[in-house]
């Protein structure tokens, strides 16, 4: 069964530093997505993509965060100058329809 | 703002039957959604329920909405060891593009 996957699986990283996480959607799926999880906290919405655009993003989302598609495979999310309070589990999902999202297993960044 | 609520632990016996219950605040919402996260793994969905319906049964689960009440429960009959997990509710938002999710309920299985 398809599945989506994320690279790498831990991500450390010095405060103000620039990370990007990887993520290869399900192949035939034409949405994508990012969430985070804060340790003890909800899984949030960062952002959703559709047609090589940015469909949705919440206000978590401000300017050190982007994501790409740079290519028919990869979806990736880049934070440009890394915080303490960015350490998080960084999930990508996907989705054929925007009804069913798929997520993948998870990159979990560390921001010392 | 939209939100999720439920219950953080629940503890059953192996072969008795779970109730997880979960509150939501949008009522625009097309679908809600019942994902399951085992230890060190990503959020597998397990099974969601369209908004029109009351009632969805997919082998041991059964799912049921109660539209009036902003009210959705996941019943998992006979249940496992290996359904120890966090069950999360999750509801999706009025333009239809994120999900919005409760913070889980621990469900320990014990034999």
Not at chain 1, 37 to 52: H, T
Not at chain 1, 92 to 104: H, I, K, L, V
Not at chain 2, 29 to 50: D, N, R
Request: aromatic residues 12%; contains cysteine; hydrophobic residues 30%.
């Amino acid at each position: 069964e398809p599945e989506v996957t994320q690279t790498p699986s831990h991500q450390v990283t010095q405060m103000g530093q620039e990370v990007i996480l990887r993520c290869v959607p399900i192949s035939n799926h034409l949405y994508f997505y990012w969430y985070r999880q804060i340790l003890g906290q909800k899984v949030e919405f960062l952002v959703s993509f559709y047609n090589n655009e940015i469909s949705e993003k919440s206000e978590i989302f401000d300017d050190q965060f982007s994501v790409e598609r740079p290519d028919g495979s990869n979806f990736t999310l880049k934070i440009r100058s890394t915080k303490l309070e960015d350490s998080a589990m960084y999930f990508c999902a996907s989705s054929p329809n925007q009804n069913t999202q798929y997520f993948g297993p998870g990159t979990r960044l560390t921001v010392l | 703002g939209e939100d999720v609520e439920q219950s953080l632990f629940l503890s059953v016996r192996e072969g008795d039957s779970s109730v997880i219950n979960c509150t939501y605040t949008d009522s625009s919402s097309t679908y809600l959604y019942w994902y399951k996260q085992e230890p060190g793994a990503g959020l597998q969905l397990l099974t969601y329920i369209f908004s029109n319906m009351d009632m969805k049964q997919d082998q041991r689960l059964t799912v049921l909405l109660n539209k009036k009440d902003k009210h959705l429960s996941l019943r998992i009959a006979d249940t496992q060891t290996g359904d120890s997990a966090i069950y999360f509710c999750a509801d999706g938002n009025q333009a239809g593009t994120a999900l919005i999710f409760g913070k889980g309920t621990t469900l320990s299985v014990s034999s």
